[in-house]
Protein backbone atom coordinates (compact mmCIF):
# COMPACT_ATOMS: atom_id res chain seq x y z
CA UNK A 1 0.00 0.00 0.00
CA UNK A 2 2.84 2.54 0.72
CA UNK A 3 4.13 1.76 -2.62
CA UNK A 4 1.18 2.54 -4.33
CA UNK A 5 1.15 5.90 -2.60
CA UNK A 6 4.59 6.74 -3.05
CA UNK A 7 4.19 5.86 -6.90
CA UNK A 8 0.56 8.26 -6.65
CA UNK A 9 2.50 11.03 -5.07
CA UNK A 10 5.50 10.75 -8.03
CA UNK A 11 3.05 10.88 -10.45
CA UNK A 12 0.97 13.64 -8.92
CA UNK A 13 4.21 16.01 -9.10
CA UNK A 14 5.07 14.75 -12.93
CA UNK A 15 1.70 15.85 -14.21
CA UNK A 16 1.57 19.01 -12.28
CA UNK A 17 5.25 19.61 -13.66
CA UNK A 18 3.86 18.98 -17.08
CA UNK A 19 0.84 20.86 -16.69
CA UNK A 20 3.35 24.14 -15.69
CA UNK A 21 5.42 23.40 -18.89
CA UNK A 22 2.67 23.38 -20.57
CA UNK A 23 1.05 26.04 -19.72
CA UNK A 24 4.60 28.27 -20.03
CA UNK A 25 4.62 26.79 -23.35
CA UNK A 26 1.34 27.81 -24.60
CA UNK A 27 1.66 31.63 -22.88
CA UNK A 28 4.86 32.02 -24.75
CA UNK A 29 3.26 30.78 -27.78
CA UNK A 30 0.15 32.96 -27.53
CA UNK A 31 2.55 35.86 -26.86
CA UNK A 32 4.62 35.07 -29.47
CA UNK A 33 2.12 34.94 -32.34
CA UNK A 34 0.00 38.06 -30.90
CA UNK A 35 0.08 40.86 -33.34
CA UNK A 36 1.12 44.14 -32.02
CA UNK A 37 -1.52 46.76 -31.41
CA UNK A 38 1.05 49.71 -31.94
CA UNK A 39 4.27 51.21 -30.49
CA UNK A 40 4.10 54.17 -27.63
CA UNK A 41 6.70 56.57 -27.69
CA UNK A 42 7.42 58.84 -24.45
CA UNK A 43 9.96 61.17 -24.46
CA UNK A 44 11.67 62.72 -21.31
CA UNK A 45 13.75 65.90 -21.82
CA UNK A 46 14.64 66.78 -18.02
CA UNK A 47 15.82 70.24 -18.24
CA UNK A 48 16.13 70.80 -21.70
CA UNK A 49 15.04 72.60 -25.08
CA UNK A 50 13.76 69.90 -26.73
CA UNK A 51 16.70 68.54 -30.09
CA UNK A 52 15.38 65.42 -30.62
CA UNK A 53 11.27 65.13 -31.30
CA UNK A 54 8.97 61.90 -30.96
CA UNK A 55 8.71 61.71 -34.70
CA UNK A 56 11.99 61.38 -35.26
CA UNK A 57 12.06 58.36 -33.14
CA UNK A 58 9.23 57.37 -34.77
CA UNK A 59 10.38 57.44 -38.04
CA UNK A 60 14.07 55.36 -37.11
CA UNK A 61 12.16 52.65 -35.51
CA UNK A 62 10.22 52.23 -39.50
CA UNK A 63 13.67 52.71 -40.91
CA UNK A 64 14.37 49.54 -38.32
CA UNK A 65 11.91 47.05 -38.35
CA UNK A 66 8.99 48.37 -40.68
CA UNK A 67 5.51 48.63 -40.29
CA UNK A 68 4.88 47.57 -36.35
CA UNK A 69 0.79 47.16 -36.25
CA UNK A 70 -0.25 43.93 -36.92
CA UNK A 71 2.91 42.40 -36.79
CA UNK A 72 3.28 39.34 -34.84
CA UNK A 73 5.33 40.28 -31.30
CA UNK A 74 7.90 37.36 -31.93
CA UNK A 75 8.63 38.86 -34.89
CA UNK A 76 10.23 41.94 -33.66
CA UNK A 77 13.52 42.86 -32.14
CA UNK A 78 13.60 44.91 -29.28
CA UNK A 79 17.24 44.82 -29.05
CA UNK A 80 17.45 45.84 -32.81
CA UNK A 81 15.46 48.53 -32.25
CA UNK A 82 16.91 49.81 -28.98
CA UNK A 83 20.31 49.88 -30.78
CA UNK A 84 19.23 52.40 -33.69
CA UNK A 85 17.57 54.26 -30.99
CA UNK A 86 21.05 54.56 -29.35
CA UNK A 87 22.71 56.05 -32.04
CA UNK A 88 20.80 58.96 -32.56
CA UNK A 89 23.16 61.49 -31.72
CA UNK A 90 20.74 63.28 -28.91
CA UNK A 91 19.42 60.26 -27.43
CA UNK A 92 20.98 59.43 -23.62
CA UNK A 93 18.88 56.36 -22.86
CA UNK A 94 16.38 54.36 -24.06
CA UNK A 95 14.31 51.37 -22.72
CA UNK A 96 11.96 49.23 -24.64
CA UNK A 97 9.47 46.78 -23.63
CA UNK A 98 6.34 44.71 -24.20
CA UNK A 99 3.28 45.61 -22.33
CA UNK A 100 0.46 42.78 -21.21
CA UNK A 101 -1.97 44.80 -23.67
CA UNK A 102 0.04 44.03 -27.00
CA UNK A 103 1.98 47.14 -27.05
CA UNK A 104 5.31 48.09 -27.44
CA UNK A 105 6.73 50.94 -25.43
CA UNK A 106 9.48 53.44 -25.75
CA UNK A 107 10.98 55.74 -23.19
CA UNK A 108 13.63 57.55 -24.11
CA UNK A 109 15.30 60.41 -22.54
CA UNK A 110 17.77 63.01 -24.66
CA UNK A 111 20.81 64.03 -23.31
CA UNK A 112 20.88 67.47 -21.84
CA UNK A 113 22.73 70.78 -23.52
CA UNK A 114 24.77 72.82 -20.98
CA UNK A 115 26.83 74.97 -24.04
CA UNK A 116 26.37 75.61 -27.02
CA UNK A 117 30.15 76.22 -28.96
CA UNK A 118 30.65 78.55 -31.86
CA UNK A 119 34.34 78.16 -32.98
CA UNK A 120 36.66 80.62 -34.94
CA UNK A 121 35.41 79.09 -38.18
CA UNK A 122 31.58 79.45 -36.57
CA UNK A 123 31.02 75.72 -36.51
CA UNK A 124 28.40 75.52 -33.91
CA UNK A 125 28.18 72.14 -31.59
CA UNK A 126 27.02 71.54 -28.23
CA UNK A 127 28.56 69.88 -25.18
CA UNK A 128 26.06 68.23 -22.34
CA UNK A 129 26.02 67.48 -18.94
CA UNK A 130 28.12 64.36 -18.94
CA UNK A 131 30.84 66.05 -21.48
CA UNK A 132 29.80 64.40 -24.77
CA UNK A 133 29.81 66.61 -28.07
CA UNK A 134 26.41 66.81 -29.79
CA UNK A 135 26.02 68.21 -33.47
CA UNK A 136 23.74 71.55 -34.21
CA UNK A 137 19.97 71.08 -34.88
CA UNK A 138 19.25 73.55 -36.84
CA UNK A 139 15.43 73.07 -36.55
CA UNK A 140 15.68 72.87 -32.56
CA UNK A 141 18.06 74.92 -31.84
CA UNK A 142 18.91 75.13 -27.48
CA UNK A 143 19.06 77.82 -25.13
CA UNK A 144 22.14 77.33 -23.54
CA UNK A 145 24.71 79.37 -22.34
CA UNK A 146 27.11 79.94 -25.24
CA UNK A 147 31.08 80.17 -25.80
CA UNK A 148 33.04 81.85 -29.01
CA UNK A 149 36.02 83.20 -29.70
CA UNK A 150 39.18 81.41 -30.25
CA UNK A 151 37.98 78.25 -30.32
CA UNK A 152 39.57 75.91 -33.31
CA UNK A 153 37.53 72.67 -32.13
CA UNK A 154 35.47 70.78 -34.62
CA UNK A 155 32.72 68.58 -34.28
CA UNK A 156 32.82 67.08 -37.82
CA UNK A 157 36.27 65.96 -36.53
CA UNK A 158 35.50 64.77 -32.99
CA UNK A 159 31.99 63.21 -33.49
CA UNK A 160 32.47 60.50 -31.18
CA UNK A 161 34.95 62.69 -28.36
CA UNK A 162 33.74 62.91 -24.70
CA UNK A 163 35.39 64.99 -22.43
CA UNK A 164 36.47 62.67 -19.59
CA UNK A 165 37.81 65.07 -16.82
CA UNK A 166 40.17 62.38 -15.35
CA UNK A 167 42.27 62.97 -18.31
CA UNK A 168 43.20 66.55 -17.18
CA UNK A 169 46.61 67.31 -17.29
CA UNK A 170 47.47 63.69 -18.78
CA UNK A 171 46.39 62.74 -22.50
CA UNK A 172 44.47 66.09 -23.41
CA UNK A 173 46.05 68.10 -26.05
CA UNK A 174 45.73 72.24 -26.39
CA UNK A 175 42.62 72.11 -27.67
CA UNK A 176 41.03 69.35 -25.90
CA UNK A 177 41.65 70.78 -22.88
CA UNK A 178 40.30 73.93 -23.68
CA UNK A 179 37.22 72.09 -24.05
CA UNK A 180 37.76 70.61 -20.87
CA UNK A 181 37.96 73.98 -19.22
CA UNK A 182 34.89 75.49 -21.24
CA UNK A 183 32.88 72.51 -19.83
CA UNK A 184 34.34 72.95 -16.27
CA UNK A 185 33.15 76.43 -16.25
CA UNK A 186 29.69 75.91 -17.84
CA UNK A 187 28.87 73.07 -15.68
CA UNK A 188 29.90 75.38 -12.59
CA UNK A 189 27.59 78.20 -13.85
CA UNK A 190 24.71 76.06 -14.49
CA UNK A 191 24.88 74.23 -11.55
CA UNK A 192 24.44 78.12 -9.68
CA UNK A 193 20.98 79.57 -10.10
CA UNK A 194 22.02 83.03 -9.92
CA UNK A 195 25.18 82.83 -12.23
CA UNK A 196 22.94 80.46 -14.57
CA UNK A 197 20.57 83.41 -14.97
CA UNK A 198 22.92 86.55 -15.55
CA UNK A 199 25.98 84.84 -17.67
CA UNK A 200 25.37 84.78 -20.98
CA UNK A 201 28.35 84.42 -22.86
CA UNK A 202 32.20 82.97 -22.44
CA UNK A 203 34.16 85.04 -24.75
CA UNK A 204 37.86 82.64 -25.22
CA UNK A 205 40.46 84.92 -25.51
CA UNK A 206 43.91 85.08 -28.12
CA UNK A 207 45.73 83.59 -24.80
CA UNK A 208 42.81 80.74 -23.95
CA UNK A 209 41.46 82.67 -21.05
CA UNK A 210 37.76 83.16 -20.27
CA UNK A 211 35.66 86.59 -20.49
CA UNK A 212 32.20 86.40 -19.37
CA UNK A 213 29.30 88.47 -20.31
CA UNK A 214 26.23 88.56 -18.19
CA UNK A 215 22.80 89.64 -19.09
CA UNK A 216 22.58 92.76 -16.75
CA UNK A 217 25.08 95.43 -16.92
CA UNK A 218 26.99 97.09 -19.59
CA UNK A 219 30.97 95.14 -18.08
CA UNK A 220 32.80 92.17 -19.08
CA UNK A 221 33.70 89.75 -16.22
CA UNK A 222 37.57 88.97 -17.07
CA UNK A 223 37.61 85.41 -15.22
CA UNK A 224 40.97 84.58 -16.49
CA UNK A 225 41.56 80.57 -16.59
CA UNK A 226 39.20 77.92 -15.27
CA UNK A 227 40.54 77.51 -11.86
CA UNK A 228 39.66 78.43 -8.40
CA UNK A 229 36.02 78.96 -9.92
CA UNK A 230 34.22 79.00 -5.82
CA UNK A 231 36.90 81.81 -4.83
CA UNK A 232 36.55 83.63 -8.13
CA UNK A 233 32.79 83.78 -8.05
CA UNK A 234 32.52 84.28 -4.37
CA UNK A 235 34.39 87.59 -4.60
CA UNK A 236 32.30 88.76 -8.19
CA UNK A 237 28.75 87.90 -6.29
CA UNK A 238 30.23 90.08 -3.11
CA UNK A 239 31.20 92.81 -5.16
CA UNK A 240 27.58 92.77 -6.59
CA UNK A 241 25.91 92.87 -3.57
CA UNK A 242 28.37 95.22 -1.63
CA UNK A 243 29.74 97.39 -4.61
CA UNK A 244 27.22 97.70 -8.01
CA UNK A 245 24.00 97.45 -5.87
CA UNK A 246 25.07 100.70 -4.85
CA UNK A 247 26.96 102.64 -7.10
CA UNK A 248 25.25 101.00 -10.10
CA UNK A 249 25.48 98.06 -12.57
CA UNK A 250 27.40 100.36 -15.16
CA UNK A 251 29.66 102.39 -13.50
CA UNK A 252 32.64 100.03 -15.06
CA UNK A 253 33.21 98.60 -18.54
CA UNK A 254 35.65 95.68 -16.64
CA UNK A 255 35.92 93.40 -13.73
CA UNK A 256 38.75 91.33 -13.30
CA UNK A 257 38.75 88.65 -10.84
CA UNK A 258 41.55 86.37 -12.07
CA UNK A 259 43.58 87.49 -8.97
CA UNK A 260 43.73 86.14 -5.47
CA UNK A 261 42.13 88.09 -2.76
CA UNK A 262 41.22 91.01 -5.06
CA UNK A 263 38.70 92.42 -7.47
CA UNK A 264 40.38 94.60 -9.96
CA UNK A 265 37.45 97.60 -11.85
CA UNK A 266 38.36 99.92 -14.87
CA UNK A 267 35.48 102.65 -15.13
CA UNK A 268 33.67 103.52 -18.04
CA UNK A 269 34.94 107.04 -19.38
Same mark, same amino acid.
Request: hydrophobic share 35%.
Given at each position: MKKFWKIAYVAMWILLVAGACFLVGFTS? =?? /? !? %? @??RRIY???? /??QADKLVMKEDIDSIIRRTTGRISGKPMGWINIRQIERSIKQQAYVEKVHIYESLDGNICAEVKQREPILRI? #??KYETFYVDGSGRLLPP #? @??YPARVLVANGNISHSYMANRNFRIETPMYGDTLGPADTL? *? =? *? /?? *?? *??? !? %???FLKADIDQIYVTPTQEFELLPKVGGHVIMLGRADNLDEKFKKLLVFYKKGLNIIGWNKYNYINIKYTNQVVCSKLQ
Open positions: F =EQ /Y !N %R @PCVTMD /YGI #NS #N @PFL *L =E *L /YK *LA *LFI !N %RDK
